[in-house]
């Protein structure tokens, strides 16, 4: 049975490609090109703007001077070209919030080398503070967009950095929404993420995908 093209779960539209595609980051292979890749920063509301703002002294050390400089004229968000409020960028690329270091890769236990690591995150995973990085960063691949009736969509955005990841995900079977439970569950709550793993289930079992 053909799969539709876009699934409904509670008020979320999703394209059917988010539940039948395998994603799973290589950062051996991309290092983080993602935070650097691009014209524009990352879509941020104005309450991650307050959140990142009260929690700027935990990581402002670990930020670049540029991006400092950055930072202090504009802020940590602007209205891009398109009228979307995003994280303001260094140089029309990198990320202000983008710093490099080594790390670990969880699967192989190798170490990347001076890869690009998210100051937010790391502070956040140091326990230096509660704040997360934007939703739409750690939704990536996934985009998101609000409609005035209250309705979210959810569309699988295909770049060419994330080739590997693709590949990886396959070869180690993991759905893209298994990848992303994390800021998936965050965003919409652990009953709307069940209901989405259940359409995952029956969809697997018409169409013959390994659950």
């Keep these: 049975m053909p799969i539709p093209p876009i699934l409904q779960v509670g008020d979320v539209l999703l394209s059917s490609d988010i539940l039948t595609e395998y994603f799973c980051c290589d950062l051996e292979k991309c290092k ?11 879509p941020v509301t104005t309450d991650e703007i307050l959140d990142i703002e009260d929690a700027a002294d935990t990581f402002r050390n670990s930020l670049s001077p540029e991006a400092l400089l950055v930072i202090d004229k ?3 968000a602007y209205i891009d070209q398109e009228g979307d409020l995003v994280t303001s960028i260094v140089n029309g690329k990198d990320c202000v919030f ?3 270091g080594d790390l670990t890769d969880r699967d192989s236990g190798r170490t990347i080398r001076h890869c690009c690591l998210c100051a937010i995150e ?3 995973g140091q326990g230096r503070t509660a704040c997360h990085k934007p939703i739409s960063c750690a939704l990536y691949p996934i985009r998101m967009k609000r409609f005035r009736d209250g309705t979210v969509g959810l569309n699988y955005h295909r770049w060419d950095i994330c080739k590997d990841a693709r590949e990886k995900g396959r070869r180690l079977n993991i759905p ?3 990848f992303l439970r994390g800021p998936l569950v965050r965003l919409f ?3 709307w993420y069940d ?3 259940t359409l995952y289930r029956e969809i697997s079992k ?3 995908m390994a659950p």
């Design 98 to 100: 983008t710093t490099y």
């Design 74 to 76: 504009q802020g940590v």
């Design 195 to 197: 209901e989405l793993e």
């Design 32 to 42: 983080g090109a993602c935070c650097i890749e691009g014209d524009a920063g990352a």
């Design 176 to 178: 893209l929404h298994h």
């Design 122 to 124: 790391q502070a956040q």
């Design 206 to 208: 018409t169409n013959g």
């Design 189 to 191: 709550g652990q009953p």
